[in-house]
């Protein structure tokens, strides 16, 4: 399968295969004017198959997000065709604004201003909590 | 500024030192009579709660403070939509300290990232009632004589009852402590206590569902309600629901110094007769609430 090379952009790299769409949609590519390819189940010899996104523009990337999806997810930075740079997110503490808790006896069920705010309580496990009723992030 | 959110806010060693001031209240009470002369506590309740309202302002008036608020949704501005924020920031132009309970999760929280007053949790919904387990843990502490080195019963609805899991969470902190688990298998303690509390810090525990079983090992019982709606099946809660219904005849094996606490309100799980025994310690519980509230307040801002 062939994908144009990129000359400035990111590649993100060892995404979990199959969750590289959620993080498609998370990360607002989807309004990019730029072009994005999303490859599923790339062989893989650490993970046996991942995931990859390619954004041929350099973007700002929530690295607390990366991070909760996977803290081993590479990010490549592309200049004139050549990777420049290569980071690895952390497991965040804490994740603003992104996944939304379930819970509907949550605060955050009726008042829709409230950020949804989750905080890493078992890094082990790699479990998030709501901030507000304790619930754990799915 | 501190608020009061959830029990684990508080070291040990703070846990502790609200202990100690409310015996010092409970011994000199004319000492502090005056302590917030000048100050207003403002009560948000969202539902109704007599007992912890009530108890809550009687703290402040015998500190010599005022107190304004509200006792319903309905008669406050969240029946015009105002947000918890806004309420807080709101409040915080006219009292000192809030106490808020509210149905939903959480609430009190957001209530203190926004108030520039301290905020205590009064109750939201089943999640936090930090000073219920404060008020558990000054009663213990007033029948016993210590918080460490015994052995404590949690009996009936384990799964649901919050304050069962902050006392778990309170206690299991002190040297010593083991607990006995007393309820049915579609009561027990969820796995998220099991895990996060229990197992984390290697505290020695046992299910069981006979309290007859349980009893004559117990230092403190800790009753709570089995309630009909929390079981799936009728015929097994019909099978089981006189179990949980402390009478006299199953203290007949209980120690003579066991203390029995209850949360309130009782319905039928603790029989009247139980009353007059000198280890119901349920109605000092209640009196102890008002005292330990009392010693949150004035840690919380900051009197001496």
């Known amino acids: 399968m062939l994908i144009g090379t990129i000359v400035d952009g990111i590649v ?6 199959g969750r590289g769409m959620e993080l498609y949609g998370y990360l607002g ?88 705010v989750f905080k890493l309580t078992d890094r082990e496990n790699r479990v998030y909590r709501c901030i507000y009723c304790d619930t754990k992030a799915k | 500024m501190r608020s009061l959110i959830d029990i684990a806010d508080l ?7 609200l202990i100690a001031k409310a015996e010092d209240i409970i ?26 309202r009530l108890s809550f302002e009687s703290a402040m008036l015998e500190l010599g403070g005022s107190v304004i608020g509200f006792s319903e949704a309905q008669s406050s501005s969240a029946a015009k939509g105002e947000s918890v924020a806004d309420t807080a920031r709101v409040i915080s132009c006219f009292a000192d300290i809030i106490a808020m309970r509210h149905p ?37 502490k007033r029948e016993k004589g210590r918080l460490d080195h015994m052995t404590v019963g949690c009996c009936g609805d384990l799964k649901f009852g919050r304050t069962v899991h902050s006392l778990l969470g309170a206690m299991s902190r002190y040297e010593g402590v083991d607990f006995v688990l007393i309820s049915p298998e579609e009561l027990k303690v969820p796995e998220h206590v099991r895990t996060d509390i229990l197992k984390a810090r290697s505290v020695a525990y046992r299910e069981t569902e006979s309290l007859q079983e349980a009893m004559p090992d117990l230092d403190v019982l800790y009753m709570t309600r089995v309630q009909r709606e929390r079981f799936i099946s ?19 094996t209980a120690k003579p110094d066991l203390s029995i606490l209850h949360p309130l309100p009782r319905v039928n799980e603790i029989s009247v007769a139980i009353d007059s025994d000198p280890r119901a310690c349920y109605f000092r519980q209640v009196l102890n609430g008002k005292f330990i509230r009392m010693a949150l307040i004035l840690m919380l801002l900051e009197v001496e």
């Open chain 1, 29 to 116: 590519l989807d309004k990019l004017e730029c072009e994005v390819a999303l490859i599923k189940n790339a062989p893989s010899g650490k993970l046996g198959k991942k995931d990859i996104l390619k954004v041929n523009e350099v973007i700002d990337l929530n690295f607390d997000l990366l991070g909760y999806i996977d803290p081993h997810i590479t990010v490549n930075i592309i200049e004139n065709g050549k990777r420049v740079e290569k980071r690895h997110p952390k497991l965040p503490e804490e994740i603003h604004g992104v996944i939304k808790c379930k819970n509907p006896r949550c605060i955050t069920s009726v008042e829709q201003e409230i950020e949804h």
């Open chain 2, 104 to 140: 939903k999760e959480g609430a009190p929280l957001v209530a203190a990232m926004n108030a520039s007053i301290p905020v205590i949790n009064a109750g939201d919904g089943g999640h936090n009632h930090p000073t219920q387990t404060l008020t558990d843990l000054l009663t213990i």
């Open chain 1, 12 to 17: 993100i790299d060892h995404i979990p295969a």
């Open chain 2, 27 to 52: 011994a000199n009470p004319d000492k502090y009579a005056e302590k917030c002369h000048g100050r207003k506590l403002a009560t948000l309740f969202y539902e109704p709660s007599t007992r912890t």
């Open chain 2, 11 to 17: 070291s040990v060693e703070e846990i502790d030192a």
């Open chain 2, 234 to 252: 009728e015929a097994d809660y019909v099978r089981l629901k006189d179990t949980y219904i402390l009478t006299p005849d199953k203290l007949t």
